[in-house]
């Protein structure tokens, strides 16, 4: 039996102090079981979007279904802090409209540039719309790495 004044040291990467947690990714386990929910029954144009971002294209990194606060990202790139956007005709129908501004705006309040793709557009030129998600990802970097720091993730390039 092992004593208070003698306690089992930690594993690597847990602490003894209280989780704190925090910040814009920030989010509740009903968000994050949602999220999953929403990866396994994707619509076309996402799933359609999915497989070429998957690839990596210009270097990014992207997630699928990512929760960010109390919103769920239809796929976010993270290093540059882009939130993709797929909008189908429901986007355009009663509140919606004014939600997605609220929406938007938070996320421009955290930090994130949002990129709103039509889904047809997706379907019609899926190029055009990988290079509209790369221009996006590509102006949203830093000019310069962080000093100090770690490097990049693998794929992610500055």
Not at 10 to 16: A, L, M, Q, R
């Amino acid at each position: 039996m092992v004593s208070d004044s003698n306690p089992i040291p930690p594993h690597s990467g847990e602490g003894d102090r209280a989780k704190r947690g925090g910040g814009v990714f920030a989010t509740t386990r009903a968000v994050i079981k949602q999220a999953r929910n929403e990866r396994r029954s994707g619509n076309l144009p996402e799933v359609v979007l999915w497989r070429a971002l998957q690839l990596r294209p210009g270097g990014f990194r992207f997630r699928r279904q990512h929760p960010v606060g109390p919103y769920i990202l239809d796929f976010a790139c993270l290093r540059p802090r882009v939130a993709i956007e797929i909008d189908g005709i429901a986007h355009e129908l009663g509140d919606r409209p004014e939600r997605d501004v609220r929406r938007d705006a938070w996320l421009v309040q955290q930090g994130f540039r949002v990129l709103r793709i039509p889904a047809r557009e997706v379907l019609l030129d899926l190029d055009s719309a990988i290079n509209a998600v790369i221009a996006a990802c590509a102006e949203a970097l830093p000019h310069h790495p962080p000093s100090g720091g770690p490097p990049p993730h693998d794929g992610e390039v500055f």
